[in-house]
C-alpha cells in the first residue's frame, strides 16, 4: 500500500498551497532517433523550443530568432552555426552569440530519462 499517494490533486495542493516548484520532465525525442544534422521544434506549456544535433553535440533552444521573433527551425546548420533563413544572422551554436546580433540565443537544459531526450520545465 502506499502511505501518500501521489496524486493530481496532491501535486496542485504542493504547487498553490506549499509554493513548492516541481520540475516536470517532457520527453522530446527518442536518443535512438537522433544523428548530425536533426532539427525538430516542439512547443511545451506555450514555448517554442527546437532541438538541434550538430557534429555530436545536441542543443536546446528558444526556437525564435533574438533579431526579429522568427522560428528558426528549418535553418541552415553547419559548423556549430545557425544560420536564420528570414534574415541570414548567423548565431553559434556553443555560445549564442552573433556578430550582427546582440541579443543571443536562449537555451535550455537537456534532461534525459530512460531512452528518451527532454526538458525539465
Given at each position: 500500500y502506499t502511505l501518500?499517494?501521489?496524486t493530481t490533486l496532491f501535486r496542485s495542493f504542493l504547487l498553490t498551497?506549499?509554493?513548492?516548484?516541481?520540475?516536470?520532465?517532457y520527453p522530446l525525442e527518442r536518443l535512438i532517433n537522433l544523428y548530425d544534422g536533426f532539427q525538430k521544434s516542439f512547443s511545451i506549456q506555450g514555448q517554442p523550443l527546437l532541438l538541434i544535433q550538430e557534429e555530436g553535440e545536441l542543443y536546446l533552444l528558444i526556437n525564435q530568432c533574438p533579431h526579429q521573433?522568427?522560428?528558426?527551425?528549418?535553418?541552415?546548420?553547419?559548423?556549430?552555426?545557425?544560420?536564420?533563413r528570414a534574415h541570414g544572422?548567423?548565431?553559434?551554436?556553443?555560445?549564442?552569440?552573433?556578430a550582427s546580433c546582440n541579443q543571443?540565443?536562449?537555451?535550455l537544459p537537456i534532461a534525459y530519462e530512460g531512452a528518451f531526450i527532454g526538458v525539465d520545465l
Open positions: 501518500f499517494p501521489y498551497q506549499c509554493k513548492l516548484v516541481l520540475n516536470v520532465f521573433g522568427r522560428p528558426l527551425v528549418g535553418s541552415r546548420v553547419s559548423d556549430h552555426r545557425i544560420q536564420c544572422m548567423s548565431f553559434d551554436l556553443r555560445t549564442g552569440f552573433s543571443p540565443l536562449k537555451f
